[in-house]
Structure formats: C-alpha cells, structure tokens
C-alpha cells in the first residue's frame, strides 16, 4: 500500500484526480518519491514488533500534535481524511478496510474490480449487461458522523451514474461541526 496525500482532491475531476493518484502511486512504486523511501526505510532494519510502537508515537506527535519527525519520515500533513483503497487492481470484487490507528483516518473506501453484470434497462423489461463494482465504505465514529459518509457515497454514485450531467451543487454537504446549531437547555 503506497499512501499518497491530496489535499486539493474537491478541485478536481475525477479523470484529473485518477491521473493525479496514478502518477504518484507510480513514482512511488518506482522508488523515485523521497518522502515514501523515508517513511518506509526503516522497515527493512528494524524488527517489526519494535516499528508498531515506533509509528503509534511517531503518528500521534506527527498528526496530533503537528510536530513533523523528517527523520522518521512522519510529517504533520501526510496523512489525508480519506482512505481511497482500489481493491478491484487485486482481482477483488469488494474489500473491507479496517480502521488504521495511526492514520487517523474519518474514512477508509474500498473499490473493487469494475465487471460485466446482468442489470435491468430503464424499460423495466429487458436485461442487459452494465459494468458494475463494489464500493464499501468504512467509517471511524470517533472523527466524523455517518452522515458524512453517506454524502460522500451519495455525491460519488450520482457521478458514476450520470457523468456527463453530474453537477456536484446538487449534492448537499454534511454540515462541519463547528457549524452545527448549539444545543440551548
């Protein structure tokens, strides 16, 4: 798993933004991303016991305290609010994320590989084969409410459903907290 930070992902579309994953997984993979090689050096010299503890602490300093440990490879914004896992580049039709502690992640999605399936057309009467994938939404309670996610699915399924009419105003947002109405006794 290569974790890629995008910060600017609601700017884009979503061709623009698969290119923008694509070419940074890629760089990545191809061991031509200095911050990735940092983060991920100490894996092959320190026993892996040791490391769970090591990135418990190095994440909470670095995420929750804003300190960045440039040694460690562990900066303060390298970690986004949202876990894009394509599981279908593995053969899988769905794949469910765990919550990951130290990325203190509010979401974690897992999208699996798009296929050939009987659907019904519009008329109602006849069948006929659509591509369909699976899309499994994992949300951790402690950082946001589920109706953050169901926003998120809900504005994802209507572009996948309509792209060429996608128009993302429809789609109401979940309300930030510091938004929302205070309770009055």
């Not at 923008?20 to 940092?38: F, G, L, S, W």
């Not at 876990?83 to 994320?97: D, E, Q």
Request: hydrophobic share 40%.
């Amino acid at each position: 798993m290569i974790p890629v930070t995008v910060w600017d992902g609601h700017s884009m579309t979503i061709v623009e933004f698969a290119q923008n994953i694509t070419a940074r997984v890629n760089r990545a993979r191809d061991n031509k991303d200095k911050n990735h090689n940092k983060a991920t050096e100490m894996a092959g010299i320190m026993p892996s016991y040791f490391q769970q503890y090591l990135m418990h602490w190095a994440t909470y300093l670095s995420i929750n305290c804003g300190y960045d440990l440039k040694a460690l490879g562990a900066r303060s914004d390298q970690f986004g609010h949202v876990v894009l896992s394509n599981v279908g580049t593995l053969g899988l039709r769905a794949g469910y994320a765990p919550l990951c502690p130290p990325m203190r992640a509010t979401m974690l999605v897992c999208i699996g590989k798009v296929r050939n399936e009987p659907a019904v057309a519009e008329d109602g009467k006849t069948f006929i084969v659509q591509k369909q994938m699976t899309m499994v939404i994992t949300g951790d309670h402690r950082y946001a409410d589920a109706a953050t996610y169901l926003c998120f699915y809900k504005c994802f399924d209507g572009y996948l459903a309509d792209p060429a009419n996608f128009d993302p105003t429809q789609w109401k947002e979940a309300t930030p907290f510091d938004e929302l109405p205070k309770k009055t006794e």
